[in-house]
């Protein structure tokens, strides 16, 4: 499906190092627990501005 949208996006590359706090809140993420994990992806789901 995404190569329909976008025939380059396997060679895409992204230098996440650059990044450091997206890294940091990655490992956050990662140590949760599952229920942990549930909920920050709620907060973030109900908190994404969709306004066109």
Not at 12 to 34: D, E, G, S
């Amino acid at each position: 499906m995404l190569k329909e949208i976008d025939d380059e996006y396997r060679t895409t590359l992204i230098n996440l190092a650059k990044y450091h706090l997206i890294m940091f809140i990655m490992t956050k993420i990662v140590k949760m627990t599952k229920e942990d994990q549930n909920q920050v992806a709620l907060f973030l789901f109900n908190n994404i501005n969709l306004k066109k």
